[in-house]
């Protein structure tokens, strides 16, 4: 599959990923995370799942979610409707 970088300890997940999943362009990715219409969670594995991470994205109700391990190579990515968060 693709790479998202590893950034310390973090992930930096290329615009044209997070374009493809919401139908947007990157451009509005960019706007979007700048202006928090985007959201983005990372959890870390635990027990089995140690060396693996959950990096969730969420937009105008729709989420993508990438499974990594821990050199950033994307081994499942899923995405599903979300309810959009109460102002």
Do not use: N
């Not at 928090?36 to 089995?48: F, K, L």
Request: hydrophobic share 35%.
């Amino acid at each position: 599959m693709t790479q998202i970088d590893r950034d310390g300890a973090g992930f930096v997940v290329p615009a044209p990923l997070l374009a493809k999943a919401f139908g947007l362009t990157e451009d509005q990715v960019r706007s979007a995370m700048r202006d928090r219409s985007m959201t983005s969670q990372c959890e870390a594995g635990v027990d089995a799942d140690i060396g693996r991470w959950r990096l969730t994205f969420r937009h105008s109700g729709r989420a993508c979610r990438f499974t990594v391990d821990d050199a950033g190579t994307i081994l499942s990515r899923s995405s599903f409707p979300v309810r959009s968060p109460s102002p």
